[in-house]
């Protein structure tokens, strides 16, 4: 699924984002929404998984009393439920975005010159989608690393080809890679 080959050199890119995967956690919605953040003056607090104290997300306290589950991307994980129910979506969840491959939207600078593009090729004006790994997450912000080709996993974690792009979170640039 991508449009280039699979050289070394070269970091995968997709004209196609995969459709973001779900956790199979009671209450998890099928397709989080990177826009569906908390409102202005909601009550939002961390959730630290039991058994190790690990920062694994984040809980919104509903208008009807529910919690809604957050990830560390900030990305909504699923509607207002039990407490108990929220919090182990996020514990299934966990920290396994940290070891996964993500698609990170780059936007398509200006076009320098005029005339179709070639065949096969995304428009000029169309967003790419570059493999990256998650170097670093934080509170408002995630660090990621172009990851190379099928290599990744076997080789390092991130190879800097072009250094570390800091994106703000919450976001929509960043979608599962395989999902």
């Known amino acids: 699924m991508t449009d280039q080959p699979d050289e070394p050199d070269q970091?995968?890119?997709s004209a196609v984002p995969a459709a973001p995967g779900c956790?199979?956690?009671p209450g998890c919605s099928?397709?989080?929404?990177?826009?569906?953040?908390?409102a202005e003056g909601a009550v939002v607090f961390d959730h630290l998984r039991a058994e190790d104290g690990e920062h694994v997300g984040y809980l919104e306290i509903a208008d009807d009393g529910g919690f809604i589950p957050y990830d560390l991307l900030r990305r909504r994980r699923g509607d207002a439920m039990e407490l108990d129910e929220a919090e182990a979506v996020l514990d299934e969840i966990g920290l396994r975005m940290l070891a996964e491959?993500?698609?990170?939207?780059e936007d398509a600078p200006?076009?320098?010159g005029e005339g179709p593009a070639?065949?096969?090729e995304p428009a000029p004006d169309a967003p790419t989608w570059t493999r990256v790994r998650i170097r670093e997450i934080g509170r408002d912000r995630v660090v990621?690393?172009?990851a190379m080709g099928s290599t990744s996993a076997h080789?390092?974690?991130?190879?800097?080809?072009?250094?570390s792009i800091e994106v703000p979170l919450p976001t929509d640039r960043l979608r599962p890679a395989d999902g």
């Open 101 to 105: 491959d993500w698609l990170l939207r």
């Open 118 to 120: 070639r065949a096969g």
């Open 110 to 112: 200006e076009a320098v």
């Open 30 to 38: 099928a397709v989080p929404d990177a826009s569906a953040v908390p």
């Open 144 to 146: 990621v690393g172009r």
């Open 155 to 163: 080789v390092a974690k991130t190879i800097d080809l072009a250094g």
């Open 11 to 13: 970091p995968e890119r």
């Open 23 to 25: 956790s199979t956690a």
